[in-house]
């Protein structure tokens, strides 16, 4: 199975539960954001340039997992920022895991190797590790001469003392695919569990920025990225990576996966900022969330970002016998 059988089952019964109560809006993952501090200055990172002035802000560790207490998405990302900066990030992850949710914790694993220390591998714990390319390639994009080598050393570590690593890859404009399947292979030779894929494409925080690619462009290239989840263990959805190459259409769905930061609940999604609401209910209930998407609303143009698109899947893959049959295989091979 791809992926752990605990979170298949947790995230099947929830859908289900939902479906049978007839709740129309519901969210799978809470991308929580304690800090937006970080010991890196990427091209291509938003939050560094939209949070500039309350950067250094942090979410006192109740009111985190008051958030976490009122969305009951299954799965809670702990991201950033770099999350190891927050001071109670342990204590953070011990809380979550006791309420029996599922952590996925991002980070670019500068900090990953001695903080293992501090930690204990759990089956609802899976370490997702920011990889853009080999050595040279990923160290010019996170502007860090070594940041490669401590992410594998990161990833070896963690690995070698049995906690579960992903990584994230984020496709760019000037991305070579030939060295992205050269590290996918050298990711999965360090025992890697899964790979997660996504286009980089602008949008306001960044929208200065070169590197980012435009939505034909993206479908271009990912058209050989799909060729490359055939041969190696990605945890992007095929649904999705065909939604990526311009096979399948997809609405967003900006609901799916809410974000949490020091300012409060993010709408209307994890790129756009509307707003910030004091909670998760009185979001849900403000927000015009019709108003937005492809063709709704001009900065949704470029978006195929997995956090609104991922969630779509969900809801679309029981309405074709091909995707059902599609999906159960992939997730049973």
Partial sequence: MRFPWRLNYDLTKYIIKNRINKVEKFPLVLMLEP????????????????YADTITAMMPLEECLRSVDECPAPVVTITGG????????????????????????????LLLEKSLERMSPHPNLTFNVHMDGLEETHDRILERKGAFKAAI??????????????????????????????????????????????????????????????RLEIEKKFVQVYEMSK????????????FLKGEKKLQCTPWGNPTRNPQGWKAPCYLITDGHYPTFKEMMETVDW??????????????????????TVVTEVGKSPRDMLEMLFWNLT
């Fill in 35 to 50: 800090t937006h501090l970080c010991n890196l200055a990427c091209s291509g990172c938003g939050r560094i340039r939209e």
């Fill in 82 to 109: 770099e999350p190891f900066l927050y001071p109670h990030v342990f204590e953070l992850v011990d809380e979550v895991l006791k309420r029996g949710r599922h952590i996925m914790f991002c980070t670019n694993g």
């Fill in 153 to 214: 050393e990161g990833i070896r570590a963690a690995h070698a003392r049995g906690f579960r690593v992903c990584t994230n890859t984020t496709i760019f404009k000037d991305t070579d695919l030939v060295e992205i399947e050269m590290l996918f292979t050298k990711l999965e030779e360090l025992g890697v569990h899964g790979l997660l894929v996504a286009p980089g494409f602008s949008y306001e925080a960044v929208e200065e920025e070169k590197m980012f690619l435009e």
């Fill in 231 to 242: 041969k190696h263990r990605f945890w992007s959805t095929p649904m999705y990576l065909r």
């Fill in 290 to 311: 019709d108003s937005y998407g492809v063709g709704k609303d001009s900065r949704c143009a470029q978006c195929m970002m997995h956090c609104g698109f991922e969630p």
